[in-house]
């Protein structure tokens, strides 16, 4: 009776190692993340030499880096997905505490690199944002504590994880990390949402979000200049939203051609948030509408997997890993065609930075654990069929 | 929902007990059959929710993916500015004066800014600017265009031949952007009414002008108000008077080798200033920064018109004469005792020459006796004093349109006692703005009403209500006034056809010791013309104008002020339009005083 609670494999004989893996992992969503990893070799041949060259590095200084950090976040994906639905969420969980104590203080021991928000740890080799780290391991921990509230006389999951959601996203406000916390709060929301929340809870929830946004661009002034930037229709071609919308224009259909693009000389973030600006301006339209489509077919195809899924705690998961995955990517891609207010985000697999690629492996790797090919005891299982 | 359904069902854990089985399996079998059923609910809702989810996510990557294709697609525009820039209000009205004529407006220019992350070469920029614009520091230009900073500004207002030298710099990081400037066409001539302007809110593509001083400041939030749709202000004062008059007044002050000059035109029905001009003075299209060091009432930026306080002698008198005759206490031909010296206590007053023992009153005005005017002060009291110059205005602040005045209150003894009182009978021991004198006088000539002075061209007209003196009083002062021109210290100053009448006055000037120089006046005339029926109010003042005639040393303002004066009539006259009277006069020879 108890391998039916949460967090259980099915009581079927096991077939170990690689073949299991292979035949039950999703296969095509991983080949889908090399996909974008090899994209964002290209876009970083492309975008980060001009910046290497201004800070007096050589020439490919962060097209190696990323190669490194690429290929260590990949190997933490696939290996991730190997792991047992316990060992992950185990290992999830205590990395989730480390990160949150590490988040926690990092007003003490952070930097800010001169950028005005204190995100990092600084190692003799590089730096490390917790905050990337947090969004996958929080989904993990909040998935882990609803599934068990939902048992008879199960623990008050939905309070605790409320409150670490709290918790965080007031660490990452007081940063200020806005997107971040955006992030946190959409991944908590959504898990919420597919736990069972109650229909009048999510309407009052949604008008909280609202007010919030409201009181944010109230009071805090960068928020609302950044706000207001894009709610004006004309746009200052001197700032980066600038930049990427005509970058976005020259590029057109086909691009201008490979190497020949201008945007990532005048563009800072050109290699980062705004790296999509830099694919459109020399690939053209057809090449980042493929980028949207790998990341739209990343999150849709997590999604309507776990619809399958009988176990509360994987598809709590699930749902807010793929979350994570979509709205960061929404969230990037937004900024840069002026869907949305410009906010620091990276685009995962394809944006330079050691955190944000290592913390994208991992992601995907729970989410891979997450989405694995499981008995679920429905007629197909039953009848022996392949599913 | 089967929330009511117990956990252990009675009739179950009887049926147990009696076949000797565990009742807890009861239970459990109870709950696991639950939680089975709870699951099947959840995954269903699940199920339903995750498909919306995945629908919600579809349609955000679509909507991105739409508009990436829309921007892409788009027709490039050609790129333009937006934000604050725009919204500075840059539509400062223009100044006029009473006839419509510009003193000051709004010329298009061009500033001059860089963005030295788009410059292709910082040396050479630096370089290039150097050639053009000597005045800049090169070091510093360096320093900007090579460190972090995003935006320098460079040049705030550029000429269209150094817009254009730098353009062909081919700097792609030297920008130039539109920019209003405040221009006064009229240069230094109306400096101290006008005030001038600087810069506020700067951007790029406009800057904001704010007043700093004069009705710039004064009508700051008028001129810059675009509710008003670009009407004009329009000032009292008359382009060409105001420009003769300084013309003439600068010449007098280089001939008479006076270190600042002042005059005041005002008309003396109204109190409007037609010319307010103090010398030295400025061109406000490049207002000199305020002095560090030294006296500022000897700036240039000091308005002695409306904001210096001076102690302006003997053109008091006809106050104390008006009061005298206002109250009854004499009429022009009562004799007056004009036995000097006149002693109080440690004081002494002295006249200028010995008139011998009496004058009748008319006769004390026109030889500008002092001890005549202190014993007939004297007589009336300091009270009475008091409430007569209070009701001329003498007494308060200059309640004219400028910033300025606001700053110099009139310089009253602290205690009124009798010996005040009898040398303010003659212009000592108070100190006002020849502005004020001005004002003053108009209401002893106009027929008696008081006229507030004012910059402004729509003024309403006095009434009864402000009626200081009778009229009968107001044309017994003419009649005194016009008498010191045609025989008294003001001889100098009759002007053919216009009937000129005045008062002269030389005040000692006091010296930072409380006392008095004995070689410096302060030559001052007040007058009116033409006599027969007042029009306007002239004062003209010199400062330590010192001129020699005939071998002779001369300080007083019978031979200083009141030339100066006269010259000035003769000029402005026919602008104002007056008609000369048909000659009554011994014909005199012209005094030319203009410097050109």
């Known amino acids: ?387 | 929902m089967d929330i009511r359904r117990p956990l252990r069902p009675l009739p179950r854990i009887l049926k147990a007990r009696a076949k000797g089985e565990d009742p807890d399996l009861v239970e459990a079998e109870e709950r696991a059959a639950r939680l089975r059923k709870q699951r099947t609910r959840e995954k269903r809702r699940a199920e339903l929710r995750l498909g919306l989810m995945a629908t919600a996510f579809g349609l955000a990557f679509l909507a991105v993916g739409g508009k990436m294709g829309m921007v892409a697609m788009a027709e490039p525009e050609e790129p333009a500015a937006r934000g604050q820039a725009a919204a500075i209000i840059n539509s400062r009205a223009n100044i006029v004066d009473r006839n419509g004529a510009i003193l000051a407006t709004n010329l298009r220019t061009a500033s001059l800014y860089a963005t030295p992350q788009d410059m292709a070469d910082p040396l050479n920029a630096v370089d290039g600017l150097m050639a053009i614009f000597p005045d800049l520091d090169a070091d510093r230009l360096l320093r900007d265009f090579t460190g972090n900073r995003k935006f320098v500004w460079v040049k705030r207002k550029l000429s269209p031949e150094q817009q254009q030298a730098v353009l062909d710099l081919g700097e792609p990081g030297l920008k130039v952007g539109p920019r209003e400037l405040r221009l006064y066409p009229n240069g230094a001539f109306a400096a101290h009414i006008l005030g001038g302007t600087r810069f506020g809110v700067e951007g790029v593509r406009s800057a904001e002008l704010v007043g700093t001083a004069g009705v710039e400041l004064e009508f700051d939030d008028y001129l810059r108000d675009p509710a008003n749709d670009g009407q004009p202000l329009q000032l009292s004062v008359d382009l060409t008077v105001q420009s003769a008059m300084r013309q003439v007044l600068e010449g007098g002050m280089q001939l008479m080798n006076a270190k600042a000059a002042t005059g005041v035109l005002l008309e003396a029905n109204t109190g409007r200033i037609i010319s307010m001009v103090s010398l030295p003075d400025f061109d406000p299209n490049h207002r000199p920064r305020p002095p560090v060091s030294g006296d500022p009432a000897d700036s240039p930026l000091f308005n002695r018109a409306a904001q210096g306080t001076y102690e302006l002698g003997s053109t008091f008198k006809i106050f104390t004469a008006a009061q005298a005759l206002e109250s009854g206490v004499a009429n022009p031909d009562t004799m007056i005792n004009t036995r000097g010296p006149l002693r109080w206590r440690s004081f002494t007053i002295n006249d200028f020459h010995d008139y011998g023992a009496r004058l009748s009153l008319r006769d004390v005005i026109v030889h500008s006796s002092n001890t005549g005017v202190a014993r007939l002060a004297a007589g009336m009291g300091g009270e009475a004093q008091q409430a007569f110059l209070g009701q001329l205005g003498l007494l308060e602040k200059l309640p004219l349109e400028l910033p300025e005045t606001r700053r110099s209150a009139p310089l009253l003894p602290r205690r009124w006692s009798e010996i005040s009182t009898m040398t303010i009978s003659y212009g000592q021991g108070i100190a006002v703005t020849p502005v004020h004198l001005a004002a003053a006088y108009a209401a002893m000539v106009n027929g008696g009403l008081r006229v507030v002075p004012t910059l402004l061209n729509d003024v309403e007209m006095p009434t009864e209500v402000d009626r200081v003196i009778s009229e009968s009083t107001s044309y017994a002062l003419r009649d005194m006034l016009r008498q010191v021109v045609v025989r008294g210290t003001a001889s100098l100053g009759d002007v053919e056809g216009y009937l000129v009448g005045g008062k002269t006055g030389s005040a000692d000037k006091p010296n930072p010791q409380g006392a008095y120089y004995e070689d410096k006046v302060i030559g001052t005339f007040a007058a009116a013309f033409p006599m027969n029926n007042p029009q306007y109010v002239l004062v003209v003042s010199l400062d330590e104008p010192n001129i020699d005639v005939l071998g002779e040393e001369r300080r007083t303002a019978g031979w200083t002020a009141v030339p100066v004066a006269a010259e000035i009539i003769r000029r402005i006259a026919p602008l104002l339009g007056l008609r000369p009277h048909a000659g009554n006069e011994t014909p005199q020879a012209p005094i030319l005083l203009s410097s050109n």
């Open chain 1, 1 to 387: 009776m108890t391998e039916m609670v949460h967090g259980a494999q099915a009581p079927h004989e096991r077939e170990s190692g690689l073949p299991e893996w292979w035949r039950t992992v999703d296969r095509l969503s991983i080949a889908a993340v090399f996909a974008l990893f090899l994209i964002g070799m290209l876009l970083a041949l492309a975008a980060s030499p001009p910046l290497a060259l201004d800070q007096g590095k050589p020439r490919f200084f962060y097209v190696e880096r990323q190669a490194v950090y690429g290929i260590i976040g990949l190997a933490a994906m696939l290996y991730i997905s190997t792991l047992s639905v316990k060992a992950a969420r185990r290992w999830a969980v205590i990395g989730f505490v480390v990160v949150l104590v590490a988040l926690a203080l990092l007003p003490w021991l952070g930097t800010d690199y001169g950028k005005g928000a204190i995100r990092w740890y600084s190692f003799g080799l590089g730096s490390i944002q917790p905050s990337e780290f947090i969004k996958p391991l929080f989904a993990v921990t909040a998935a882990w504590l609803l599934a068990a509230s939902t048992d008879i006389a199960g623990p008050p999951g939905r309070v605790i994880s409320f409150i670490f959601a709290a918790t965080i996203v007031g660490i990452l406000v007081v940063q200020p990390d806005y997107g971040q916390a955006a992030l946190i709060v959409a991944s908590w929301t959504t898990i919420f949402f597919v736990g069972g929340a109650p229909k009048k809870l999510i309407i009052t929830l949604g008008a909280l979000v609202v007010g919030g946004g409201l009181l944010a661009y109230n009071t805090v002034a960068h928020v609302a200049k950044r706000i207001d930037g894009f709610l004006l229709a004309e746009i200052d071609p001197q700032t980066q939203i600038g930049y990427a919308t005509t970058a976005i224009q020259d590029g057109g259909l086909f691009g201008v051609g490979i190497g020949r693009g201008s945007v990532k000389w005048t563009l800072p973030d050109a290699h980062t948030d705004f790296i999509i600006a830099v694919a459109a301006e020399e690939f053209g339209l057809i090449f980042t509408l493929v980028i949207i489509a790998l990341f739209m077919f990343l999150t849709m195809r997590a999604l309507l997997r776990l619809r399958r899924e009988r176990d509360m705690f994987i598809r709590l998961s699930g749902v807010g890993l793929a979350t994570v995955l979509g709205a960061q990517a929404l969230i990037n891609l937004g900024v840069a065609v002026r869907l949305l207010p410009a906010k620091g985000m990276t685009l995962p697999f394809v944006s330079y930075g050691g955190s944000s690629l290592l913390a994208a492996g991992i992601m995907m790797g729970l989410l891979m654990v997450m989405t694995r090919k499981r008995v679920q005891g429905d007629m197909g299982d039953i009848l022996g069929g392949r599913v």
